[in-house]
């Protein structure tokens, strides 16, 4: 016991200075992991005040958080005497190998950080990407999230997303249904167009600006195709959708104008 606390006597300058390093180092790691939070809910209400999808900045904050407090650790271990370049080599090193081992991984990660950057989708919007459609419901890290319209949930790697070409049916407040209606080549064609701009005409879903087209699209082989090109708001597509397709084959039918289709003939010849 004497001993020891000899030893304490003559290394007590010793002590104190590692034990003044050692504090200081808990401050600095205290003060540190409370920037490192108050950092990401800045970054996420920055996100949040321009109206950014609450995925992407959940998403952005959770990076500057795991930023600031990788720099808090390193200051905290040099404030105690700790080489804080041969650990960061020495991490450099083990992140060179978890990165060859989950490449797959990574590009998923780069992915999702050029879905945040570039921003070909959001939230809600219904997208076709990866051979894949849904509306989109998460944005996470390494994976985005859709949801089909029978219920089914997709979960899809970043990557996977970005690798081809996305098309967004949402992004825009207006779209236009395309519809090719054919009819026999003994009909009135003038009369054919009349039926079929008056159904568009009463229909109020169909925009005024841009106007809609009803035109001679091609002479098929068995029919007079007409192009019917009404523009209607993004939301009501499906709707008046469905509905055109069935007023068009109503009205037609009431103005005995017939829509060809095609006919097999069947030869049965009797052995004798």
């Known amino acids: 016991m004497e001993s020891a606390l000899n030893w304490v006597n003559e290394n007590s300058d010793i002590l104190i200075e590692y034990a003044v390093q050692i504090t200081l180092a808990f401050v600095v790691l205290f003060i540190g992991i409370r920037v490192a939070k108050l950092c990401g809910k800045l970054t996420e209400k920055a996100f949040n005040s321009r109206k950014v999808d609450k995925a992407v900045g959940s998403f952005v904050s959770s990076i500057v958080y795991a930023i600031v407090l990788a720099a808090t650790v390193l200051m905290a271990l040099s404030q105690v005497g700790i080489e804080t370049t041969s650990f960061i080599a020495i991490l450099g090193a083990a992140g060179l190998a978890v990165g060859l081992a989950l490449q797959g991984s990574l590009s998923n990660f780069a992915s999702g950080v050029l879905i945040i950057l570039l921003r070909p989708f959001r939230s809600g919007d219904y997208i076709e990407a990866g051979g894949q459609s849904g509306t989109v419901t998460k944005i996470e890290i390494f994976s985005t999230e859709l949801r089909t319209p029978?219920?089914?949930?997709?979960?899809?790697?970043?990557?996977?997303?970005?690798?081809?070409?996305?098309?967004?049916?949402?992004?825009?407040?207006?779209?236009?249904?395309?519809?090719?209606?054919?009819?026999?080549?003994?009909?009135?064609?003038?009369?054919?167009?009349?039926?079929?701009?008056?159904?568009?005409?009463?229909?109020?879903?169909?925009?005024?600006?841009?106007?809609?087209?009803?035109?001679?699209?091609?002479?098929?082989?068995?029919?007079?195709?007409?192009?019917?090109?009404?523009?209607?708001?993004?939301?009501?597509?499906?709707?008046?959708?469905?509905?055109?397709?069935?007023?068009?084959?109503?009205?037609?039918?009431?103005?005995?104008?017939?829509?060809?289709?095609?006919?097999?003939?069947?030869?049965?010849?009797?052995?004798?």
Request: net charge negative; glycine share 2%; charged share 25%.
């Open 150 to 272: 029978d219920n089914k949930v997709i979960i899809m790697p970043n990557s996977s997303v970005m690798s081809d070409a996305i098309v967004n049916y949402s992004r825009e407040k207006t779209r236009r249904i395309d519809l090719v209606i054919g009819v026999g080549y003994e009909a009135n064609l003038k009369e054919a167009k009349q039926v079929l701009s008056s159904i568009l005409d009463a229909d109020i879903r169909v925009l005024k600006d841009p106007g809609y087209t009803v035109a001679v699209l091609e002479l098929a082989d068995s029919s007079v195709n007409f192009a019917v090109r009404p523009w209607v708001n993004t939301v009501d597509y499906w709707p008046t959708y469905f509905d055109l397709v069935e007023k068009i084959k109503l009205a037609l039918d009431d103005a005995n104008i017939s829509i060809p289709f095609p006919q097999m003939d069947i030869h049965l010849h009797k052995d004798k």
